[in-house]
């Protein structure tokens, strides 16, 4: 348990509305991710971050943006949200050792979230 | 870039059966594996990882997995199944250690254990 979670677990709403959705973590880890999961496309990587206000593009980033103004919060927000966005949104950390990235994941329970 | 596939969308094995579940990459080099499992509603967890040395790796819950090279597999297996092991599994590989931000997962290998 790498201490992670996840609000809202559920959300559902209309298409062209802001969503916004939070991991937090207890354990000030460095790195931590936005992945969505769908079927038949297993996960993929839709930003990430390596340090407070320092974020990159993922895979999927169209349509999102991220912020980490503090070690232990990272935010996804679609801006206007598509029903191609209805998702299950997961926040994950990886840990370190020796200021080096492990590699190794650490999920939260997810975000399950419909866009009608 | 690499790529990672996992053959079985489904799979149903009898408790107290064995079990492989496959999965099969692309990458040039060595590359760094991974399994992972997802419980209904959960996210999910590491069952274990290859980077570098002994071949045949061992997890937790009893799992262990083995890298060939010759065969770009890194299947899963266990001796006997549990009801507790139906779950969805996935496998993982990336480019290099730390480069978590590059890893792919497969599409996933759903398990159903049957009495």
């Known amino acids: 348990d790498a201490g992670i979670t996840q609000s809202p677990r559920h959300k559902v709403t209309e298409t062209g509305t802001p969503v916004t959705l939070r991991c937090h973590q207890t354990e000030n880890h460095r790195y931590m991710y936005w992945y969505r999961q769908d079927p038949g496309h297993g996960l993929r990587l839709i930003h990430y971050?390596?340090?407070?206000?320092?974020?990159d593009k993922g895979e999927v980033s169209d349509g999102y943006s991220v912020s980490r103004s503090k070690t232990e919060d990272f935010l996804l927000t679609l801006e206007s949200a598509t029903s191609s966005q209805t998702s299950v949104y997961f926040c994950a950390i990886s840990k370190t050792s020796g200021g080096s990235d492990t590699g190794e994941l650490f999920f939260g329970e997810g975000s399950r979230l419909t866009v009608l | 870039a690499q790529s990672v596939t996992q053959p079985d969308i489904h799979i149903t094995v009898s408790e107290g059966a064995s079990l492989e579940l496959r999965c099969n990459y692309s990458?040039?080099?060595?590359?760094?594996l991974f399994w992972y499992v997802q419980s209904p509603g959960q996210g999910l967890q590491l069952l274990l990882k290859y980077f570098s040395g002994d071949t045949l790796v061992q997890g937790i819950k009893g799992f262990e997995a083995e890298f060939k090279r010759s065969q770009s597999s890194f299947n899963l297996r266990k001796p006997s199944v549990h009801w507790s092991d139906a779950a969805e599994y996935f496998c993982?590989?990336?480019?290099?250690?730390?480069?978590?931000?590059?890893?792919?997962f497969g599409t996933g290998t759903l398990l159903a254990v049957q009495p």
């Open positions: 990458y040039g080099a060595t590359p760094y």
């Open positions: 993982a590989v990336g480019d290099r250690k730390g480069a978590t931000n590059k890893l792919i």
């Open positions: 971050s390596y340090g407070v206000k320092d974020t």
